[in-house]
């Protein structure tokens, strides 16, 4: 189970930013920034999470924090994080499989959003 992942983004920053918060947005997340000029992405129902847990189905809540950096050659690191802990916390085992699962989604949607718009130098899971 990753708990991170990180695109090497190559091209103007800005652009790229934006396609990530494109492709989050796609995955029906609702993005927000973060203080540190990162991205908040939710979707789901805190509500439905709470009182059904994993039974929430489709309306459980997941949240997904991105960060960027710029790495030595230049590039534009867009690492997508999340708490590997809150899964479980709001659904057990299948709360945990469930957070799992759309993280792996979402890596590979902003990776599918990426690769075609010529700027996903490389891409990294981190346990």
Request: charged share 15%; net charge neutral.
């Amino acid at each position: 189970m990753a708990s991170a992942h990180d695109f090497f983004l190559l091209g103007d920053h800005e652009a790229a930013k934006q396609l990530v918060t494109s492709a989050l947005q796609a995955e029906g997340f609702t993005v927000t920034t973060t203080p540190s000029g990162g991205l908040l992405a939710k979707r789901g129902s805190a509500a439905r999470t709470f009182w059904l847990g994993a039974m929430a189905g489709k309306n459980f809540q997941v949240s997904f924090l991105v960060d960027f950096m710029v790495d030595q050659q230049g590039r534009l690191v867009a690492r997508l994080n999340r708490n590997m802990a809150s899964g479980a916390l709001k659904g057990g085992a299948i709360g945990a499989a469930k957070t799992d699962t759309a993280f792996q989604e979402t890596a590979n949607a902003i990776a599918a959003a990426a690769h075609p718009a010529g700027i996903l130098g490389d891409s990294i899971s981190q346990n």
